[in-house]
């Protein structure tokens, strides 16, 4: 499995059994929805681009951090922070594998200001009688793959995500409930911190 892919994904399987939303969200919704997002926690279902599937539990602090711990066999860890995301396979002493953030349709919802209205950013905003979903990407660097997110309403939810990558990959991320609020440490997210940790 391509590495980088299966650390994208992080943020969408749950059976949608919220009821029927009454109409389209509007993309000024859904940005105030994710701008509220200060911190959030959930336990997360993957399919991965090569069809296997993996769970773990996420943890958001935003802007611009977040936290994917998978469960076993996995055992991965993979840390958006400082701008940067790093992937740590429990398999290798040699160090994360890191990526530019800004470089990963990750970085649109982890953005400090999410705006869905900014031109060429969503590419598609669809509603099929249940879930929203809007398709955004980088209008500057559409290149960097895409980010297609779902909603539920009556509340608003962010239900699953599928990042589509630079190479073409497409991972699907389906959130369990969303625990949102609560204070997170700093060094939950820290890339530094955890690469100390694993040198004892």
Request: charged fraction near 20%; glycine fraction near 6%; avoid cysteine.
């Amino acid at each position: 499995m391509n590495r980088r892919t299966f650390a994208l994904a992080p943020l969408a399987l749950l059976a949608l059994s919220a009821p029927a939303m009454a109409e389209k969200l509007s993309l000024n919704t859904l940005s105030s929805y994710l701008n509220s997002l200060t911190t959030a926690q959930a336990e997360f279902t993957q399919i991965n681009a090569d069809g296997t599937i993996s769970t773990g539990n996420i943890y958001i602090k935003r802007p611009l951090r977040a936290r994917f711990e998978y469960n076993p066999p996995e055992n991965t860890l993979v840390l958006a922070a400082t701008g940067q995301l790093a992937i740590f396979d429990s398999k290798s002493n040699t160090g994360p594998e890191q990526y530019p953030l800004a470089r990963t349709p990750l970085n649109l919802i982890l953005a400090q200001n999410v705006d869905l209205g900014r031109a060429g950013m969503v590419v598609g905003h669809d509603y099929d009688g249940t879930a929203t979903t809007v398709t955004a990407q980088d209008p500057e660097h559409p290149e960097y793959g895409n980010i297609q997110l779902m909603f539920t309403s009556n509340p608003t939810e962010l239900r699953q995500w599928i990042i589509t990558d630079d190479t073409g990959q497409q991972t699907t991320t389906v959130l369990g409930e969303l625990k949102k609020g609560g204070q997170m440490s700093d060094r939950l997210f820290s890339i530094v911190q955890e690469v100390d940790k694993r040198k004892r």
